[in-house]
Nanobody
Framework: QVQLVESGGGLVQAGGSLRLSCVAS????????MGWFRQAPGKEREFVAA????????YYADSVKGRLTISRDNANIAVYLQMNILKPEDTAVYSCAAGPSAVAMTTTGYDYWGQGTQVTVSS
């Protein structure tokens, strides 16, 4: 069982930055690919970014390319999402997820989910 806890969300003005963290308790994340997803009120959960088990491959939704960066630490106990040039449309609850495949960009590729952290971008 992998327990994931996100942190780093908050309220920021448009154009600002936030860094989200996702920490695993109980075990390392070296066996898992990791992803970030977000869900805005009244909308479906959507893919944001993913990183492979090795950390050598990353994937992004078109809407966040060039602004958000996913990374994982060498100790494989945390994954991060650096968010720059934030826009009001980035407002959502952001959740991290861990999955057994090499990398995945859909929710079905992940077995473990955190509770999420709220990101609110004001205009």
């Amino acid at each position: 069982q992998v327990q994931l806890v996100e942190s780093g969300g908050g309220l920021v003005q448009a154009g600002g930055s936030l860094r989200l963290s996702c920490v695993a308790s109980g075990r390392t994340l070296s066996r898992y690919s990791m992803g970030w997803f977000r869900q805005a009120p009244g909308k479906e959960r959507e893919f944001v970014a993913a990183i492979s088990r090795s950390g050598t491959a990353t994937y992004y939704a078109d809407s966040v390319k060039g602004r958000l960066t996913i990374s994982r630490d060498n100790a494989n106990i945390a994954v991060y999402l650096q968010m720059n040039i934030l826009k009001p449309e980035d407002t959502a609850v952001y959740s991290c997820a861990a999955g057994p495949s090499a990398v995945a960009m859909t929710t079905t590729g992940y077995d473990y989910w955190g509770q999420g952290t709220q990101v609110t971008v004001s205009s």
